[in-house]
């Protein structure tokens, strides 16, 4: 069995991968980072809601299989060990920036070392679909992968378990794995985006994402998002995605 740490954030990508990986029969250990993003706490609930509930895939002692619709969960022969925190401190608050996967990937290596893993890999969820203007778009991974191997002599390397997965095919897993969308968080803000504008053009980049794939997955149109009338589009419209 051997040892994942997988960069969790709570969305859609990270909550597949650990799926993926426990499936496989790997020993996964989701870590999850605080850099001073604005939604820290819509992810930091969704990570640890996905991991309890995954833990309900594996078996493991204190948790039961449980349900969803369509069938029973399938129970995984991998490992699933408890949310490892970590912070990030850049002195002040931001929403997606670019770069953040290289201090998420550092901190995943200091952890390995303070646990003396003499072994490992790290899991990122970079994919086809992936070409956004940050740090989450194919193409920087084999180099990323060398300067890991370089920096840890080997103990550590870079795997990407949904690479050649497009959206599509990601958004029909989710669903027959049974992850339940709305425990999963991919705004880039809190209160999540998605909730507070009917006009998609004032929502982040992960909301759309992430209702692009409930769409392709076949979820009802009531699921995507449930807009609150408290607040008008203006309340977001300053907010600029860099994002047309």
Not at 6 to 26: I, N, P, R, T, Y
Not at 108 to 127: L, N, R
Request: some cysteine.
């Amino acid at each position: 069995m051997s040892k994942v740490i997988v960069l969790a954030s709570g969305g859609l990508d990270s909550s597949l991968v650990m799926a993926k990986l426990l499936k496989e029969g790997h020993y996964v250990v989701p870590l999850f980072t605080d850099y001073g993003q604005y939604s820290v706490e819509g992810e930091r609930k969704a990570v640890r809601d996905v991991v309890q509930w995954l833990k309900s895939c594996t078996g493991v002692s204190g948790h039961s299989p449980g349900s969803y619709e369509g069938g029973s969960i399938t129970i995984y022969p991998g490992t699933l060990e408890d949310v490892v925190e970590v912070k990030v401190d850049i002195g002040q608050r931001v929403a997606a920036c670019p770069g953040r996967v290289l201090a998420f990937v550092g901190a995943a290596a200091i952890w390995s070392y303070t646990e003396d893993w003499d072994e490992g890999s790290v899991a990122i969820g970079i994919h086809a679909g992936d070409k956004d203007q940050d740090s989450c778009r194919v193409g920087y991974e084999d180099s990323l992968n060398e300067t890991l191997k370089s920096l840890t002599q080997s103990c550590l390397q870079i795997i990407t378990p949904l690479m050649g997965m497009s959206r599509k095919d990601m958004a029909k897993e989710i669903s027959e794995m049974g992850i339940p969308w709305e425990i999963m968080y991919n705004c880039y803000w809190s209160v999540a985006c998605g909730s507070q504008s009917e006009n998609m053009r004032y929502r982040c980049p992960g909301c759309r994402r992430k209702q692009e794939s409930m769409e392709l997955a076949g979820r009802p149109e009531s699921e995507w998002s449930v807009p609150n009338k408290s607040f008008g589009s203006r309340d977001v419209a300053r907010r600029d995605w860099k994002y047309a």
